[in-house]
């Protein structure tokens, strides 16, 4: 069974603080992990993309990968009111040509 | 610009009818796919194409159909054997996936309501 957990949430955060993000998944060869934003009522958007181990930082995101722990993260600085969306982890396993997604993450950011 | 468009934005349709959603890209990919998502709940795989004239069944493909006569074109039909069509339905395409996929980029979608 090919799984990719996330907490549901709502994780919520003042504006200004770094909000965290975590998904674990099931299966210790996967090798492409994406991160999408999805604001209510719309289609998600690519935010980020890793590959290996360690952090990829994209502007107030960053990307933390450890494959041993089969964990990625998401860190979003300084927190705008504009980040409250749900943000799905997408995992690719190997052989399988296609991504499995988590259920998201429902991030609120209070003024 | 280039990106994916799907149409129409919102469908309604009685129960027992056949209805297409259409989705095309100018993105110059050559794998797309189609996912479902309910309220609450992840995107689920319907069916996806990585190559003109093939595609093969996601996770839920039972009640759907879909053809890829275009590289550019990848339109889903749900039959009326769909037991819950009632959902959004997103499409995305991406570089051809030989091992691993690439990023795939999502359409606006379409909010299908059957009653």
């Known amino acids: 069974q090919k799984e990719v957990e996330q907490n549901s949430g709502p994780l919520s955060v003042p504006e200004g603080a770094i909000a965290s993000l975590n998904c674990t998944y099931s299966?210790?060869?996967?090798?492409?992990f994406f991160w999408y934003r999805q604001y209510s009522g719309k289609s998600p958007e690519l935010i980020m993309s890793?590959?290996?181990?360690g952090d990829k930082e994209d502007g107030r995101f960053t990307a933390q990968l450890n494959k041993a722990s089969q964990y990625v993260s998401l860190l979003i600085r300084d927190s705008q009111p504009s980040d409250s969306a749900t943000y799905l982890c997408?995992?690719?396993?190997?052989?399988?040509?296609?991504?499995?997604f988590g259920t998201g993450t429902r991030l609120l950011v209070s003024p | 610009d280039g990106g994916i468009t799907q149409s129409p934005k919102y469908l309604f349709r009685k129960e027992g009818q056949n209805v297409t959603l259409s989705c095309e890209q100018n993105?110059?990919?050559?794998?797309m796919y189609w996912y479902r998502q309910d309220p609450g709940q992840g995107l689920r795989l319907i069916y996806y194409?990585?190559?003109?004239?093939?595609?093969q069944k996601g996770d839920i493909a039972e009640g759907y159909s879909v053809s890829r006569e275009k590289k550019e074109s990848f339109p889903l039909t749900v039959t009326s054997a769909q037991k819950n069509p009632t959902a959004f339905y997103l499409c995305?395409?991406?570089?051809?996936?030989?091992?691993?996929?690439?990023?795939?980029?999502f359409g606006p979608g379409t909010r299908l309501t059957v009653t």
């Open positions: 890793i590959y290996s181990n």
């Open positions: 997408a995992v690719s396993f190997v052989g399988f040509q296609k991504l499995v």
């Open positions: 995305a395409s991406s570089k051809a996936a030989i091992l691993d996929p690439y990023e795939q980029y």
């Open positions: 993105l110059n990919h050559d794998a």
């Open positions: 194409s990585q190559i003109v004239n093939d595609f």
């Open positions: 299966d210790r060869g996967s090798q492409s």
